[in-house]
Nanobody
Framework: QVQLVESGGGLVQAGDSLRLSCKASGISLSAYAMAWFRQAAGREREFVAAIISSGGRQYYADSVKGRFTISRDNAENTVNLQMNSLKSEDTAVYYC???????????????????????WGQGTQVTVSS
């Protein structure tokens, strides 16, 4: 059974840091591109960051660029999201997602990538108080 389990969410103050982790079971993440998405209350789920299967390239939404870092450890079957300088607008449920093979570069904007990710975690809540 394929499963992604996120952890590390919580309640923090603006300016603080959090590190989210996503642990996979039932699949070998080395064959998958991975991404983090988030969904704030009343809003659509949106792209946050992605990383190719080897870990050699990363992609970020403009809203988090320079503050968030996505990384992976294929030996441990985990993907992480280091979030620094958190803002109240980062408050959301954060989801880890997996896509077999390459990232869907042919779809253009990162916002178009979401439907191509077939495996999702249950999400972890991040709340940033101002």
């Amino acid at each position: 059974q394929v499963q992604l389990v996120e952890s590390g969410g919580g309640l923090v103050q603006a300016g603080d840091s959090l590190r989210l982790s996503c642990k996979a079971s039932g699949i070998s993440l080395s064959a998958y591109a991975m991404a983090w998405f988030r969904q704030a209350a009343g809003r659509e789920r949106e792209f946050v960051a992605a990383i190719i299967s080897s870990g050699g390239r990363q992609y970020y939404a403009d809203s988090v660029k320079g503050r968030f870092t996505i990384s992976r450890d294929n030996a441990e079957n985990t993907v992480n999201l280091q979030m620094n300088s958190l803002k109240s607008e980062d408050t959301a449920v954060y989801y880890c997602a997996a896509k077999y093979g390459a990232l869907p570069y042919d779809l253009g904007s990162y916002h178009n990538w979401l439907p191509t990710f077939s495996t999702w975690g249950q999400g972890t809540q991040v709340t940033v108080s101002s």
